[in-house]
């Protein structure tokens, strides 16, 4: 009997009245709540002691989170990590463990971590707005855009009333290219949120990405009346009125703008382009000069500083500042194509014919390189046809036969008598057709040949095309003539006919290199992607 009373006794105190892991339990708890308290009362590194006692006395998924949650305050992510992964260890559904987590790993910026984790949080039943939002934005630091719209779709469904949903979309599509749409939820943000800065100077933005100039300097203005200093639409509005033409007023957007931000380089290049356009060339040199002095590794500065020079006529300078974009940036087709272009216009053919080589290398299809391309050829030809006529010797002539000077009667009008005997040539054979292209062209063809270039330059591609057909009818073997109406048979869009010159062309030399990239543009109009490919391919081999 008194054995049956002591288990009896045993049993009762292991259902908690005072025996076995019930004074653990409740030390935990006093802890936990502790811990509560000390959270509440904003004391994270008190409120980190009460969970750690707590997990100590008795492990548990909440102590880890809220343990976690201080550890955040404290800026201590990877040791809340930690806490996390073992509150998720205890409790795979505890959908605050994993929305903790996926937020710190977004503050970590390691978002495919926080893009597996909101997932968690989403197909447990957490899939909030602000949780599609969150992912969203991890979703677009990944570059997976179309994710990151879908879920901000998602999250506006849930929230229609919310500006910076419709914003943050609008920007994303923005971003992609999809103006018109961001425009579309950026009109209801600004709906939303009438005062909202943001919404219409990005709806601002994307209207001048879409050339609605006037729309957009209305929205600048509009963010204007709202924030009279913000530098972003005072930028904008000058970019806008400088594509209207309204120089004066995008210079003083421009000159505002410095005076807010006096060391941003590219209000200093925005502003020497409407100085450059205006002609007022020495104070574009100005601004260009401040952009170098700010920024000495800018390339795209020293580009436009050289224009500059060169339009002054201080073409030596000119050329220095192309050479050092060179230098800067030797992937950067504009600097070779400039500093080409220069040489060009100071008759050093040779040197531009190489920078132009190079630009064409790459950017292969770079329209300007390949018209000032085809003019130094052009020019170059013209030089090989003058040394050659120049360096031709005078042909011997046979022994004259000389032909008696007849009587003059008297009283009879006076004959002219040559004063000395007239010589008979001999009939010379012309040579037989060579396969290579004509090493001495007619003079009247190249004549033909260069008007035809001259007008394809001025855009009068069909008189263009009359002088070079009448180049190829006097040297057939010209294969500059075939390249070149080739090319302004490309420009009037009559691909049949532009091959066919290009073809001729490359039959005649080989290693023309310049038809073959021109044919490498016709083959691509005409659809055929993979000729056009091996053409830049081969004038690319031919240029090394």
Request: hydrophobic share 40%.
């Amino acid at each position: 009997m008194k054995i049956a009373f002591q288990v009896a006794w045993w049993l009762l105190c292991a259902a908690g009245l005072g025996l076995g892991a019930e004074p653990h339990q409740r030390n935990a708890q006093h802890e936990y709540e502790e811990g509560l308290r000390y959270e509440r009362a904003g004391q994270p590194e008190r409120a980190w002691d009460s969970f750690s006692r707590s997990i100590t006395a008795e492990p548990s998924a909440a102590a880890y989170v809220h343990r976690a949650k201080a550890k955040l305050s404290l800026k201590v992510m990877e040791k809340a990590l930690d806490d996390l992964a073992d509150a998720i260890r205890l409790d795979p559904k505890d959908v605050e463990a994993f929305r903790l987590r996926a937020e710190t790993y977004a503050k970590m910026s390691q978002h495919r971590n926080a893009v597996n984790d909101f997932g968690h949080v989403i197909d447990l039943g957490g899939g909030t707005s602000a949780i599609y939002a969150a992912r969203a934005v991890s979703e677009e630091a990944l570059g997976d855009h179309s994710a990151a719209i879908e879920d901000y779709s998602k999250a506006i469904r849930l929230r229609l009333d919310d500006p910076e949903l419709w914003k943050s979309r609008g920007l994303l599509l923005s971003a992609q290219g999809r103006y018109h749409d961001a425009i579309d939820d950026f009109d209801q943000a600004t709906r939303l949120q009438p005062d909202s800065v943001a919404g219409y100077l990005e709806r601002g933005v994307a209207y001048g990405q879409l050339g609605q100039f006037a729309l957009a300097i209305e929205d600048h203005n509009r963010v204007l009346r709202l924030d009279p200093n913000n530098l972003r639409a005072i930028s904008y509005r000058g970019a806008a009125f400088a594509r209207l033409h309204e120089y004066p007023k995008a210079i003083d957007d421009f000159t505002a703008a410095l005076k807010l931000a006096p060391n941003d380089v590219s209000l200093y290049m925005a502003r020497s382009s409407v100085y450059a356009a205006i002609g007022e060339h020495q104070k574009a040199l100005t601004d260009r000069d401040n952009a170098v002095r700010l920024k000495p590794d800018f390339a795209e500065g020293f580009l436009a500083r050289g224009g500059s020079y060169h339009a002054l006529g201080m073409h030596e300078q000119g050329l220095a500042d192309r050479t050092e974009a060179i230098r800067l940036r030797p992937d950067m087709a504009e600097a070779w194509c400039a500093r080409g272009s220069a040489y060009f216009l100071l008759g050093q053919y040779d040197k531009a014919r190489d920078d132009l080589d190079q630009a064409l290398r790459l950017q292969p299809n770079y329209e300007e390189a390949q018209t000032v391309l085809t003019k130094t050829q052009a020019a170059l030809a013209q030089i090989e046809v003058a040394k050659a006529a120049a360096a031709t010797p005078p042909t011997p002539q046979p022994a004259p036969a000389t032909l008696s000077t007849p009587s003059v009667p008297a009283k009879s009008v006076a004959v002219a008598v040559p004063s000395r005997p007239v010589s008979i040539p001999p009939k010379v054979e012309p040579p037989p057709p060579s396969p290579t292209p004509s090493a001495k062209a007619t003079g009247s063809a190249a004549v033909h040949n260069q008007r035809g270039r001259d007008l394809i330059n001025q855009g009068q591609y069909r008189q263009a095309v009359e002088e070079l057909n009448e180049a190829v009818r006097l040297d057939p073997l010209m294969a500059l003539a075939y390249n070149a109406r080739g090319f302004a048979y490309y420009l009037l869009h009559d691909q049949k006919h532009s091959l066919a010159d290009f073809d001729a062309a490359i039959r005649l030399n080989p290693r023309y290199q310049n038809a073959y990239r021109n044919r490498s543009l016709a083959r691509k109009a005409a659809g055929d992607s993979a000729g056009s490919a091996a053409d830049s391919a081969k004038a690319r081999e031919l240029a090394k």
